[in-house]
């Protein structure tokens, strides 16, 4: 991809991703959903004009980054940990649910190998914590008692996830 193509692409993703931030934001809707929306549409699943390739990846990676980086940033440890109790049971469950619903499907249903299973079902364990504190900042939920506890089980949730895998 050339330099102008390049940046045209770069321009293309960045104004798109705002409109439909705005136009979803107004109905009062999170603007990340938008953003999503608009990444659907100029990509390979509408209308093709956008590749994820080469230039794209690294400013997705750069951004995620960020994103993850900027709520460590608006995160209030000693609030966080007063959620404990309650992050962990929503962690557990929000593990164990998906993590057993998955091998049972995959090993008793598809038939598939038991490591197989095993890995289909840790990957379903994944939560994106990003975009869920990014979707609780849109509505004013990130610093509330449920975006805490919402954001101590995604933490622990990912730990799990990451330790299974």
Known sequence: MDTSTAILHV??????????????????IPSVIG?????????????????AEGLI??????GIILLLFQIGL?????KLV???TKSVVVAITGFIVPFVTCFALSYYW?????????????????TSIGITMRTLSDL??????????????????DIMGVLLL
């Open 35 to 51: 953003e999503i929306v608009a990444g659907i549409i100029l990509g390979p699943s509408m209308f093709g004009l956008i590749e």
């Open 57 to 62: 990846w690294v400013l997705a990676e750069i």
């Open 82 to 84: 007063k959620s404990g």
């Open 110 to 126: 598809f038939g598939l190998d038991q490591i197989v299973s095993l890995l289909i079902a840790g990957t379903m364990t994944a």
């Open 140 to 157: 004013g939920r990130g610093q509330s008692r449920e975006g805490r506890i919402i954001l101590g089980a995604a933490v622990l949730d």
């Open 11 to 28: 321009a293309t993703i960045l104004i798109a991703a705002r409109i439909m931030g705005e136009v979803v934001a107004r109905f009062g």
């Open 74 to 78: 608006e995160t209030d440890l000693s």
